[in-house]
């Protein structure tokens, strides 16, 4: 299996300047326009009815589907299919046997990623549905209100309760946690003119700005944070 993060775009252009003022690396555009920052991929979509979540390439998805149908309705797509989970994050489940090598680079701008979030009203039937998609349960309790997955392309996930997360939460988010180090990274997203949809000061007793949230130009967030 192999993992790829999927975003939608306003315009192709203006995502390819976003990806590459942060130091994405652009993997390729001629038909599929894909960045690394050296942990995972990323690709932007533009067409008109693509929306943000994961895009998971595997060849046995007609298995995987007969699984998932009680959870959520499988639409035939001409490359796989297409399902949703309990929060309706959309996953393209491709049938391609394409490997994918990440180049070996330093971070982007925003520091070190730490996988996808996604916050449920139902944290339990949520696990289920992507267990049944090839993850496992690697952190984490239903009573403490959150779970850490990982897939076996070792991309992680955290599913998180709702009233947990004191800031906007955009569903799916993308997660970058720097530490001590995020005062500097936020400094350079400043510098970089990126636009910041949210300062947050909530953990920080003094009120500084040590959290921010950024969104690229189709809307997926960005949670970068000092955890």
């Given at each position: 299996m192999k993992t790829i993060v999927h975003t939608p775009t306003n315009n192709l252009a203006n995502s390819i300047d976003?990806?590459?003022?942060?130091?994405?690396?652009?993997?390729s555009e001629?038909?599929?326009?894909?960045?690394?920052?050296?942990?995972?991929?990323?690709?932007?979509?533009?067409?008109?009815?693509?929306?943000?979540?994961?895009?998971?390439?595997?060849?046995?998805?007609?298995?995987?589907?007969?699984?998932?149908e009680p959870l959520t309705k499988v639409m035939p797509q001409n490359d796989g299919f297409l399902v949703s989970d309990?929060?309706?994050?959309?996953?393209?489940?491709?049938?391609s046997d394409e490997d994918i090598v990440l180049p070996e680079s330093e971070n982007s701008v925003l520091g070190n990623f730490g996988g996808m979030s996604i916050e449920t009203v139902d944290i339990?039937?949520?696990?289920?549905?992507?267990?049944?998609?090839?993850?496992?349960?690697?952190?984490?309790?239903?009573?403490q209100g959150w779970f850490g997955l990982q897939n076996t392309d070792g991309f992680e996930l955290s599913l998180m309760n709702p009233n947990i997360c004191p800031h906007l939460f955009f569903n799916?988010?993308?997660?970058?946690?720097?530490?001590?180090?995020?005062?500097?990274?936020?400094?350079?997203?400043?510098?970089?003119?990126?636009?910041?949809?949210?300062?947050?000061?909530?953990?920080?007793?003094?009120?500084?700005?040590?959290?921010?949230?950024?969104?690229d130009p189709g809307g997926l967030g960005f949670f970068i944070f000092n955890d």
């Open positions: 976003f990806y590459t003022k942060l130091k994405f690396n652009l993997l001629k038909t599929l326009t894909r960045f690394s920052e050296g942990k995972f991929v990323l690709e932007v979509n533009p067409e008109r009815t693509a929306r943000a979540g994961i895009k998971l390439l595997g060849t046995d998805w007609q298995s995987t589907c007969k699984k998932i309990p929060n309706g994050v959309w996953i393209y489940l491709v049938s339990e039937r949520t696990l289920e549905f992507w267990l049944l998609l090839g993850f496992e349960v690697k952190s984490g309790k239903a009573e799916p988010g993308l997660n970058f946690f720097n530490g001590k180090n995020n005062p500097g990274i936020i400094e350079e997203v400043r510098r970089l003119n990126i636009p910041i949809t949210e300062e947050i000061t909530h953990f920080n007793k003094e009120g500084i700005v040590d959290n921010i949230i950024i969104r």
